[in-house]
């Protein structure tokens, strides 16, 4: 959602601020703007729709500074609107702030501020609250006035702010919304994540809860609520500037699928010892703990729910542990039951999402062991964890998740082998044979990429789709599910995924001549059903898109197109069949001409609930 990006320091302020907030735009926004101290004057420019929007008002301008902030948004309270962009101003114009987050009391205090302070509020946000509220407490003293506002606020949220009198600071906060400290040669920087940074900084602070940060261009100092500094272990960012550009792809989400090898053999061989068993790296669940615990919840939003489901099947079918997948924005409102004998497993690509955020603290407050498979380091799900299992997909710019997704099977497989070995319910053959499957996968994903020209093809065939209706049995439920929330993500056509078995009671009503169903197939042991539920729908004249292993050929005899992955053991083909659906989503999205990488109405790490 919200990005935040501020620069003190020798640079011109504004270029690196839009640059900084241009490698930010995969979060999500509606609007852009800057805000930059020029002799002791604080000049806003904002405005609604692409950075591209922004800099087109600013061309031509004289917007030398060498400190300010920016923001992109994301709307939550008010409209996307020129004025409701930020960064905010005070009445008095001599504060100005940008936040990523909610203000939840922001009623409360805008009504303190307008009857008892005679404020006048031009927007609509929640935001411009904080900048009036900085303004009333402002005494010549910024990192005071802060914290004075502060203690008023209640919410979720992370806030830049700089003063017209102060020239030579920044003052961020950190509550329940991610921001980091980037430090640089004769600057400083602050920022939601990390590829705002990239070009400029590879050190940085993991701002934790609670604190403010205060920085000059020599200078990054961190402090507690009380005020007392607190001392901080910089953190060495490892990826190349690259990672953050699309490197000759035509969009973010096509690099990002083509990474995939990379990904999944990254995730995987970093955990394996050369004899073929597990390290768990940041993992300390003990035989001894894993024989308490009773049940297992995976609980996450999106893709990251998807991969849940894959998990699920893994956990039950080699550690013999029941498991419960739960929606995050459902698990924390069913008051589920949860004890000290349960295991919460969390899966964000992002560690930011509210909603898995609240979901795990629910379970923690009810003594839950909580474990957390994150893409983003030190990110809120990772530090709130007993235990955190990365995923190395690196970062993920496109807002439809497809590496993430992957890398997070892989850490579903491998928690699901540890605990079977720990608990001896896996036997030596049958673990080397699924562990051998898991290494080929890399080259098998390599082999699958070949089939991208011929999925293109039939994209072409489809792309003026209305509705698409995806089918499968066991794990191809799941994969039929994320297939569909990819297609519907970025080319807004709308689709459905259904267990197939289901078809009958209900949907099979919808079929008739010319419906496109994507037909999963890709479990031996099911497929010949898989034939069946293909013909009654080809029966009521659906158009039929089938899904299977190489060697699985029959289906040619009643699928109009057929798309093969690779021949691989029933338990890894998940990781496989993912990858056909995200590259017809991908072209059938490019034929419609859809902003792929930026979908209308949605954000990469969503931080409100
Ligand atoms: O960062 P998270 O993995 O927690 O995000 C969860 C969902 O918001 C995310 O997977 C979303 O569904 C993606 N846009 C799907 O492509």
């Known amino acids: ?16 601020i839009i640059d900084g907030l241009k490698k930010l735009e995969y979060r999500g926004y509606d609007s852009a703007g800057i805000a930059l101290n020029q002799k002791n004057n604080l000049v806003v420019r904002k405005k609604i729709g692409r950075i591209a929007n922004l800099e087109e008002m600013i061309q031509g301008e004289d917007l030398t500074s060498h400190i300010g902030i920016g923001h992109t948004r994301w709307a939550t309270h008010g ?31 805008k009504k303190w501020l307008t009857e008892e302070k005679g404020i006048t509020f031009k927007s609509e946000t929640d935001t411009e609250v904080i900048a009036q509220l900085i303004g009333v407490y402002y005494e010549h003293d910024l990192v005071d006035a802060v914290y004075k506002a502060v203690e008023k606020m209640e919410g979720a949220y992370a806030i830049g702010v700089i003063a017209a009198e102060e020239p030579d600071k920044i003052v961020a906060v950190r509550r329940d919304a991610p921001l980091i400290v980037g430090l640089g040669n004769n600057c400083n920087f602050i920022a939601s994540d990390i590829p705002a940074l990239l070009k400029y900084a ?63 053999y990254e995730t995987l061989t970093r955990r394996l010892e050369k004899g073929g068993s597990i390290k768990l790296d940041g993992i300390s669940l003990t035989k001894e ?10 609980v996450a939003c999106g893709t990251a729910y998807h991969a849940g489901l ?45 909603d898995t955020l609240a979901a795990l603290r629910e379970a923690k407050n009810k003594g839950a062991r909580i474990l957390s498979v994150v893409n983003v380091v030190g990110s809120s799900v990772a530090r709130e964890s007993h235990d955190v299992f990365y995923t190395w997909a690196g970062p993920e710019i496109a807002v439809a998740s497809t590496k993430a997704y992957t890398t997070q099977l892989i850490c579903m497989y491998l928690i699901a082998l540890y605990m079977a070995t720990q608990k001896g319910t896996i036997t030596k053959e049958y673990y080397d044979h699924i562990m051998d499957e898991l290494k080929q996968l890399p080259d ?78 890709t479990q031996d042991k099911l497929y010949d059903k898989m034939l069946s539920n293909i013909q009654e729908v080809k029966a009521r004249g659906a158009y039929v898109i089938g899904l299977a292993k190489k060697s699985n050929t029959a289906i040619e005899e009643q699928a109009d197109d057929v798309i093969y992955i690779p021949d691989c053991a029933d338990e890894v083909t998940p990781v496989l069949a993912v990858v056909p659906l995200q590259l017809f989503a991908y072209y059938i999205a490019k034929l419609r001409g859809c902003d792929i990488d930026k979908p209308k109405n949605l954000a990469k790490s969503v931080t409100v609930e």
């Open 1 to 16: 959602m919200c990005g935040i990006v501020g620069y003190v320091g020798d640079g011109n302020a504004k270029d690196i």
């Open 79 to 109: 409209a996307p609107s020129d004025v409701n962009s930020h960064p905010h101003l005070s009445q008095d114009g001599r504060i100005a702030v940008v936040h990523n987050g909610i203000i939840e009391n922001f009623v409360e205090l």
């Open 202 to 264: 590879r050190t940085i602070y993991l701002i934790e809860n609670n604190e403010t940060v205060v920085i000059t261009k020599n200078e990054a100092k961190i402090y507690d609520m009380d005020r007392n500094e607190v001392k901080r272990d910089v953190f060495h960012v490892t990826w190349d500037a690259d990672a953050a550009e699309k490197e000759g792809y035509d969009h973010f989400m096509l690099k990002e699928i083509h990474e995939q090898p990379k990904g999944v």
């Open 289 to 298: 703990d894993l024989d308490k615990i009773n049940k297992i919840y995976i």
């Open 310 to 354: 894959v998990g699920k099947y893994a956990i039950e079918k080699f550690a013999r542990i029941p498991v419960e997948v739960d929606v995050a924005s459902e698990f924390r409102y069913r008051d589920p039951f949860v004890d000290d004998h349960t295991l919460f497993i969390a899966v964000s690509q992002s560690g930011e999402t509210q």
């Open 444 to 521: 098998k994903l390599e082999e699958l990429l070949k089939s991208e020209k011929q999925i293109e093809e039939i994209a072409k065939k489809q792309y003026r789709q209305t509705s698409v209706f995806y089918i499968g049995r066991g794990s191809d439920v799941g994969i039929s599910y994320e297939g569909s929330l990819k297609l519907k993500e970025i080319s807004y056509i709308n689709s459905f995924a259904i267990a197939a078995g289901e078809l009958k009671h209900g949907t099979i009503a919808l079929m008739e001549q010319g419906t496109l169903v994507i037909a999963l197939a």
